[in-house]
Structures are given as structure tokens and as C-alpha cells.
């Protein structure tokens, strides 16, 4: 058996999953184990356990609330059953180190690796670190981070900026694929709508309400999140999807400008391919805020357009799409000026620098 392996964590959305993804194929490539400590139920272990390569492990996880619920009183006692659980697995795999890409499943198994002496790396994707990276920091040998403004937040010895890391598949988008799957053409320019991985209810509304103006000039891709089809729609040029996977990388391929929430993985997938991009970022209501700085870091760097959540209305939205168009070769040029910091293969050196 390889002596090779590693465990990697990280759920409860994809953009907590996506990192893990672009890395994990490398590992695979090179003849290494890999494991996937997971939620039983969550969008990590769709994404990630039909993977060839890897064995996924489910344990309990608990989850943050931003309001009163009973559940709160007993999250606490699924998170120690979570730690006993990935100290078993961790045990039984002895990996040479635990990549974690954060959300709150992702906190008892980079406990357990500390206890069992495992180091562990953790990605944090947003402008400021979520609470489940915060606690998982105190027992991680480094965080990795994507805004160099991150690191004010974290301890100084373990914080190292590294840009983003974007999947390489999505660089190999197909246009003839893009047209055959949609049914749409290259004569018209396309909009593609993403609420972020799960779908965004406010923005579902919004572009729906605005089809009639966007289909006159653009064709609509809309990613409207697993439940939020609106299956009374049937115009030409408009197609939604719940969640697509392998065929993103071609609807990017055929999209000219998104519109999009302000997820950190999202955009910065948006700026790697150069798509002019109009971000509804979620709003500190239902949030720490974190999309909000992440948006506002874009629109200062001259790539994207912000609306906020609250003045979200189909006049607004189309205004904005309007600007963008116009202002199409300079977002462009902003983008192209764009360097990553660190490529996927740095991190990957990284990690093995760091293993046991
Ligand atoms: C509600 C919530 O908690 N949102 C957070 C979550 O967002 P969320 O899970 O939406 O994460 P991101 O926007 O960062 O990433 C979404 C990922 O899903 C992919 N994708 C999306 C739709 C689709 O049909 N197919 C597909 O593959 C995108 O290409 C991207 O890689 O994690 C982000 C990264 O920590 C945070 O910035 C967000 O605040």
C-alpha cells in the first residue's frame, strides 16, 4: 500500500469544496492516496465521492447558525463526536498531512490531526476568515490566503498569501460543447448568471423579471441553484440549471459578462478567464459581510461592477449590464494586467515541503 497519503476536508458549500478540487488531481496523478473527510449529506460528498482516487469519509458536523434554533445546543456535542470520529480515521489512514478548505466540518478534523501530530494547511478563499478557519488556525501549521489583506487578520508566522487557485479544467471550455449543450449561437453575446454554488433567490428574481429587455440584446445562462427552477419560463434564448459541473468550463467559454454573487472562488474563476463581471454581493444581514469585501476589492481593481443586495431590481440590474458593456474593453484590460501570485504547483510544493 502507497505510504503516500493525505486527507483532505473542507464542505457545506462548494465554494469550500473547489480548491480541493484542483488540487487533489495532481496528488491522484502522482500515485498518492487520497482521502476525503466529509459530511454525511453535504455537497462535498457529492462533488467529491464518485471521484476515481479517492475514499470519502462521512462524519457528524455541526453548523453555524446566524439565528435561534435548538439545533445551536446540539451542534457542540456533533462537533466532539465529529473529533472522535476524524481521530479514527486519521489513525487508521495516517496521512502525511490534512489539507483543509475550511467550512465547519472541516474544524474537527484539523483538530484530530494536531492530536495525532498530523500537520495540517488550511485555504481560506475570503477577504476575511470565516469562524470555522479562525478556530481551525489555532491547531494548523499554515493558512493560506487568497487577498493579501487577509493575513492583517491572522497570526503572522502562519499566514501565507497565495492568490487564488483556479481549476485548470476550466481553462479548457469548448464552444461547440457550450452550443450544443444550450442550444444557442455565437451570433448574439451571452450573459451567464451564477447565485453563487447554491443559487441566489434575490438575483433568481431580478434576471427572471428582466428577460424580456436581456433577451433583446444576449443570450441568458442562468445557474439558479439546486430547487430554484422556474420551469414556467420557456424563451428562446434563456436555458437554467440547478448546478452544472463538468459542463461549466464551456458556458464560461461561451458567456461574454456574468453576473454573479461574490463568492471568492466564483470571482476570481471570473477574472482567470476575463469575463467583465456585474457582483450582488451577500448582504451583511444574512452574512459576516465577507462577499461584500470581497466585491468591493474587485470593483477597486477595476473588474467588476457592484450592486448590493438591497437595490437589486430588474431596472437596476439591467442599467448595470448596460454599463458593463460599455465599459467592456477597459474591465477587459484591467483584467488582463491581472498576475496570480502562486500557481496550483507552488501550493503543491508547499504541501510537500510540510508533510511528515
Ligand atoms: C452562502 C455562503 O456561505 N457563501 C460562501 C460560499 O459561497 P459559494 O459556495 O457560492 O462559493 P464560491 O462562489 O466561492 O464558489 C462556488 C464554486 O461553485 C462553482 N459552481 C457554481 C455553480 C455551478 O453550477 N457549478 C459550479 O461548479 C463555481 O465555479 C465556484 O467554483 O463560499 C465562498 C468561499 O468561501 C464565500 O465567499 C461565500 O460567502
Given at each position: 500500500m502507497s505510504q503516500n497519503k493525505l486527507v483532505f476536508t473542507g464542505g457545506g458549500t462548494a465554494g469550500h469544496v473547489v480548491v480541493n478540487l484542483a488540487l487533489m488531481p495532481q496528488f491522484i496523478n502522482e500515485g498518492y492516496e487520497i482521502h476525503y473527510i466529509g459530511?454525511?449529506?453535504?455537497?462535498e460528498r457529492e462533488l467529491v465521492?464518485?471521484?476515481?482516487?479517492v475514499t470519502y469519509h462521512g462524519i457528524a458536523t455541526g453548523k453555524l447558525r446566524r439565528y435561534m434554533s435548538l439545533e445551536n445546543m446540539k451542534d457542540p456535542f456533533r462537533v466532539l463526536k465529529g473529533v472522535m470520529q476524524a481521530r479514527k480515521i486519521i489513525k487508521q489512514v495516517k496521512p502525511r498531512l490534512v489539507f483543509s478548505k475550511g467550512g465547519f466540518v472541516s474544524v474537527p478534523v484539523v483538530m484530530a490531526s494536531r492530536m495525532a501530530g498530523v500537520p495540517s494547511i488550511i485555504h481560506e478563499s475570503d477577504y476575511t476568515p470565516g469562524l470555522a478557519n479562525k478556530i481551525a488556525t489555532n491547531f494548523a501549521k499554515y493558512i493560506l490566503t487568497?487577498?493579501?489583506?487577509?493575513?492583517?487578520?491572522?497570526p503572522q508566522k502562519k499566514a501565507i498569501n497565495i492568490g487564488a487557485i483556479v481549476r485548470?479544467?476550466?481553462?479548457?471550455?469548448?464552444l461547440n460543447r457550450a452550443e450544443e449543450f444550450t442550444g444557442f449561437t455565437r451570433e448574439k453575446p451571452t450573459l451567464l448568471v451564477m447565485g453563487g454554488s447554491a443559487g441566489a433567490q434575490s438575483i433568481n428574481e431580478a434576471v427572471r423579471s428582466a428577460l424580456p429587455q436581456l433577451l433583446n440584446q444576449y443570450q441568458v445562462i442562468h445557474?439558479?441553484?439546486?430547487?430554484?427552477?422556474?420551469?414556467?419560463i420557456n424563451q428562446e434564448g434563456y436555458v437554467q440549471y440547478e448546478y452544472v459541473t463538468d459542463e461549466l468550463k464551456d458556458l464560461l467559454a461561451l458567456s461574454n459578462f456574468v453576473i454573479s454573487r461574490a463568492g471568492a472562488n466564483a470571482i476570481f474563476e471570473f477574472l482567470a478567464l476575463k469575463k467583465p463581471m456585474v457582483l450582488i454581493p451577500l448582504s451583511s444581514q444574512v452574512s459576516r459581510g465577507d462577499q461584500i469585501l470581497n466585491a468591493k476589492s474587485f470593483e477597486k481593481r477595476g473588474y467588476a461592477q457592484v450592486l448590493e443586495d438591497e437595490e437589486v431590481t430588474m431596472d437596476s440590474l439591467v442599467h448595470a449590464i448596460q454599463e458593463l458593456k460599455q465599459n467592456e474593453t477597459t474591465y477587459k484590460q484591467n483584467m488582463e494586467a491581472y498576475q496570480p501570485l502562486k500557481t496550483k504547483d507552488d501550493v503543491v510544493d508547499l504541501i510537500k515541503n510540510t508533510m511528515i
Open positions: 459530511s454525511y449529506e453535504g455537497i465521492e464518485g471521484m476515481n482516487g487568497t487577498f493579501p489583506e487577509t493575513n492583517e487578520h491572522l485548470d479544467e476550466l481553462f479548457d471550455g469548448d445557474l439558479c441553484g439546486k430547487g430554484k427552477l422556474d420551469d414556467s
